[in-house]
Every structure is written in C-alpha cells, then in structure tokens.
C-alpha cells in the first residue's frame, strides 16, 4: 500500500472519528445544560442530505469528511450570531415541537463553560478508553534478550559442544537471557556441569547440551561493538563502521558500555583516541565527541552493544534482538495504566516548547503538523499495525491524536473552544456579557487566522513530508 492511501486511510478510520467524538462531547453537553441543539452535522457543510430529526435537533450528511459539528441555538457553525438570526432559529425550534427553546447566550456562564470544554472532555475521555483497551488486549513486556555467537574458538568447549559463528541462543536452561554478560555469569554459575542452550540455525531450533568446564572470571572480557554508525556524525568521520569493535579509549582498556559513554561524556570537544579491531586487525582512530549532538545521537554518533569474550569457553558473544511477549493486563490495572498514560502524554504536549527553549526538543522534531501531517504519520502507524498484525499502534496513535485535539482546543485562542471559554471568563469579571455580534466577529477573525496558519502547515507537510519512524 502506498504512503499516500495509507495516509488517506489513516485519516479516515483515526483523525475523523476524533473529530466526531469532539462534536459528540459538545452535543451532550448541550443537551445536559438543556441548550438547545438546532444540527448535529457528520462531515461539514455543503449538506448531502437531512437523515433524521429527533427530540428538535436536525442529524445531517455533509460532504466534506472532516469529523463534524454542533449548530446550537444562537450560533452558527463557529461564532454567536445576531439576534435576528436567532430569533429565526428560535421559531424554527418551536416549530420542531420544543416548548422553551434555549440558546448559548440564555445559559449560565458556567453552563457555557461547560458546553465549551466539553468536546475536550470527551477526547480525554477517549484517550483513557484507548490506553485502557490497549493494556487489555497486551502490552509489551521484556522476557530477555538474544545473544547471538560471533565466534567459537577452535578446539574449545563451545567447539565441541557444536556452537557455529551466527547461532542465536534464545534461552538457557529453558529460561529467557537477560544479557550476554547474563549469559556468561551463569554458565560461571555452573562449573562443571551440562547446561542446555536453545539455539535458533538457519531457520531451525536446537537444543545444544554444554558442558561448563572450570575456569575463573579473569578469562571473560567486555568489549563495545559498533552497531550502527550515523550520517554526518564525528563517528562516521573518523572511520568507523558497523561491527567495528571498540576496545581503548585514550590508551584505557574499555570493559564496558558504561565506560566508554562515560568517558565520551567527560571528553566532550577534545579530541580522543580510539583503539579499534575490525575483521581481527587493530588500529586507532581520532575523533571529538560533540558537546550537542542531534536528538537520538550520542556525542560521538553510534549505536553500540556489549561484546562478551571467554576464552575459557571459546565464545565470543554478542547481543541482538530484544524478545518482547505482549501480556493482557485485568481491568483495574489496565484502567490505571489508561489514567497513567492519559497524563504522561498531556505532561509531554505542555512540556514540549519548555523543552524546545531548553534545547532538550529540536523544533524539527516538535515542529507543528496540519491535518496531512498527522495522517503521514498514522499512515507509518497503519503500517505498522499491518506488518506486526497488531492494533497496539494504531490504539496508540489515536489516543495521542485525541488528546492533541482536545489540548489544542483549549487553547485560548478566538476562533477555538478555549478563546470562547476566555470571552466567558471575561464576562464573569465584567459581570455582565459582551456584544455577541462584536463576540462574533473577534471569533471570525480568528478563524480566518487560524485558517491562514493551517494553511501553511498543509503546505510545509507537503513539500516536506513526515517520513520518521514513529517508535
């Protein structure tokens, strides 16, 4: 499927039914505070066609797919309206049967606050649901890891035992590997006696018996192996490549990942050495790790793992993928991880321009999306669901969705939920309303703004569309 129908799509069955949702929250509100509500409107006008009419409210078809709206009495689709637009729906209400029609403006202040913030309310409330349904069906949960042999010594045990270059082991004694050093410090565990390795060959599992010989823990070595090397990084300049091995830094032994992210932290602008082995040849490298590297980037620009070297055994080890079980939570703590997630994520919205200022975010990263950029990015989502056959991404992206709608929404902004809340709050300090036609206007102008800015979102998501991987 391609990225275009794939963000089509995603747009469809995610960014719509949150819109919807939003109107819904607004419409029951309304209906709870007892204002009337003249048109519940899936999709925006022009209308298609008049579906039904119910308890005075008019359901309607509209031919442009953008999620829907409520038309209260006093209002249009955006803004309070005149009284004599009012005073025409007001008939037409009567007409449709209702006694004693009521309009935004006849409702309390804090009956109209809550009307307003009501679509938000629901996105929230959806977003729990989403977190929650998903901790229902299984979240990701970390049984182990997989240590795959980079090389077996000649004439050693793991020899004899049959271990090749490019086995996989899975599980030892039966359980799950938490690391290779793991790996290495249980067999040391088991001097002298056998001990069973599943191991995955060519598309096939095994099961290998080992016997531990003795030995002592000097005979075992940690190393970092270079997985992965990024574009334009000090890194890539010096040289150094994918399954390059570090050994010293600076003429140090390095006997851990810890220490060499630690030594690169401390040496930050200056100049290092590095002593490198790659296809069992040693050379040196120099390089200076960056005092601000790109998000997602270390200060030197590689992506590194452990390598576990025994002589005693004849292994070399390195880690590879990490294997993750999806375990179905019950409902009261699938309901917490729904609340939990639910203000992780709105923690995370607010935080981001704070996190900009501080250069903690790039505004690459954060950098505001329209409509198409969020349906380029549930498009990756919609694939992922598709390749790993599992919902979890999609769940998780329209929850996020929700919860960035109704955020925005609140803004306080004219034009938006949040800018006619802040006209209520001023009403409550003047202590009489505003003029509903200057009102009108202020929030017409807003969205002629809004409009304007959405605009050249739309644009930019165009001739820069978002291709990230989405974790």
Request: negative net charge; charged residues 20%.
């Given at each position: 499927m391609n990225d275009?129908?794939?963000?089509?799509?995603?747009?469809?069955?995610?960014?719509?039914?949150?819109?919807?949702?939003?109107?819904?929250?607004?419409?029951?509100?309304?209906?709870?505070?007892?204002?009337?509500?003249?048109?519940?409107?899936?999709?925006?006008?022009?209308?298609?066609?008049?579906?039904?009419?119910?308890?005075?409210?008019?359901?309607?078809?509209?031919?442009?797919?953008?999620?829907?709206?409520?038309?209260?009495?006093?209002?249009?689709?955006?803004?309070?309206?005149?009284?004599?637009?009012?005073?025409?729906?007001?008939?037409?209400?009567?007409r449709r049967g209702i006694k004693n029609p009521k309009s935004v403006g006849q409702a309390t202040p804090w009956e109209r606050i809550f009307f307003m913030a009501a679509g938000a309310g629901a996105n929230v409330l959806t977003a729990v649901v989403l977190f929650t349904i998903m901790a229902l069906i299984g979240l990701p949960v970390v049984r182990g890891a997989t240590v795959a042999v980079r090389d077996v010594t000649p004439n050693s045990p793991a020899a004899a035992a049959g271990l090749q270059p490019g086995d996989v082991i899975v599980r030892l004694d039966n359980d799950y590997i938490d690391s290779s050093r793991a790996f290495i410090e249980y067999l040391g565990f088991r001097e002298g006696q056998e001990v069973t390795l599943?191991?995955?060959?060519?598309?096939?599992?095994?099961?290998?018996?080992?016997?531990?010989?003795?030995?002592?823990?000097?005979?075992?070595?940690?190393?970092?192996?270079?997985?992965?090397?990024?574009?334009?990084?000090?890194?890539?300049?010096?040289?150094?490549?994918?399954?390059?091995i570090i050994l010293a830094a600076n003429g140090t032994p390095l006997n851990s990942i810890s220490e060499l992210v630690d030594f690169t932290n401390q040496h930050k602008g200056e100049s290092i050495e590095l002593l490198v082995e790659r296809n069992g040849e040693q050379f040196t490298v120099?390089?200076?790790?960056?005092?601000?590297?790109?998000?997602?980037?270390?200060?030197?620009?590689?992506?590194?793992?452990?390598?576990?070297?025994?002589?005693?055994?004849?292994?070399?080890?390195?880690?590879?993928?990490?294997?993750?079980?999806?375990?179905?939570?019950?409902?009261?703590?699938?309901?917490?991880?729904?609340?939990?997630?639910?203000?992780?994520?709105?923690?995370?919205?607010?935080?981001?321009?704070?996190?900009?200022?501080?250069?903690?975010?790039?505004?690459?990263?954060?950098?505001?999306v329209s409509i198409v950029g969020i349906s380029q990015i549930g498009g990756q989502r919609l694939e992922q669901s598709i390749e790993y056959r599992s919902l979890l991404p999609l769940l998780d992206f329209a929850a996020v969705i929700s919860l960035a709608l109704g955020l925005t929404n609140l803004l306080p902004i004219p034009g938006?939920?949040?800018?006619?809340?802040?006209?209520?709050?001023?009403?409550?300090?003047?202590?009489?309303?505003?003029?509903?036609?200057?009102?009108?206007?202020?929030?017409?102008?807003?969205?002629?703004?809004?409009?304007?800015?959405?605009?050249?979102?739309?644009?930019?998501?165009?001739?820069?569309?978002?291709?990230?991987?989405?974790?």
């Open positions: 275009f129908l794939l963000a089509v799509v995603s747009f469809l069955i995610m960014l719509v039914p949150m819109i919807l949702i939003h109107e819904i929250g607004h419409f029951v509100a309304a209906k709870l505070v007892g204002i009337t509500v003249m048109e519940f409107g899936i999709g925006f006008p022009p209308r298609i066609a008049k579906l039904f009419e119910r308890g005075g409210t008019e359901y309607t078809l509209n031919w442009l797919p953008v999620g829907g709206f409520v038309r209260p009495l006093g209002e249009d689709y955006v803004r309070p309206v005149g009284d004599e637009e009012a005073d025409t729906d007001r008939q037409e209400a009567i599943t191991v995955e060959r060519d598309g096939e599992t095994l099961e290998i018996p080992f016997f531990v010989e003795e030995s002592n823990n000097s005979s075992s070595v940690e190393n970092v192996l270079v997985v992965g090397v990024a574009a334009g990084s000090p890194a890539e300049e010096a040289g150094l490549q994918a399954n390059d120099n390089l200076t790790p960056r005092p601000n590297p790109p998000p997602d980037e270390g200060p030197i620009g590689i992506a590194i793992a452990p390598v576990q070297a025994n002589t005693a055994l004849g292994l070399i080890l390195t880690e590879r993928d990490t294997i993750i079980d999806y375990e179905p939570a019950d409902l009261g703590h699938a309901l917490a991880y729904g609340l939990e997630s639910t203000v992780k994520t709105v923690e995370q919205v607010i935080s981001a321009p704070i996190r900009i200022i501080q250069g903690e975010l790039s505004p690459e990263v954060a950098r505001p938006l939920d949040g800018g006619r809340i802040l006209f209520v709050v001023i009403e409550l300090l003047r202590g009489k309303p505003l003029d509903p036609e200057r009102e009108g206007m202020v929030h017409l102008i807003g969205i002629l703004l809004l409009l304007g800015t959405m605009s050249i979102f739309i644009l930019n998501d165009l001739l820069h569309p978002i291709t990230m991987n989405i974790p």
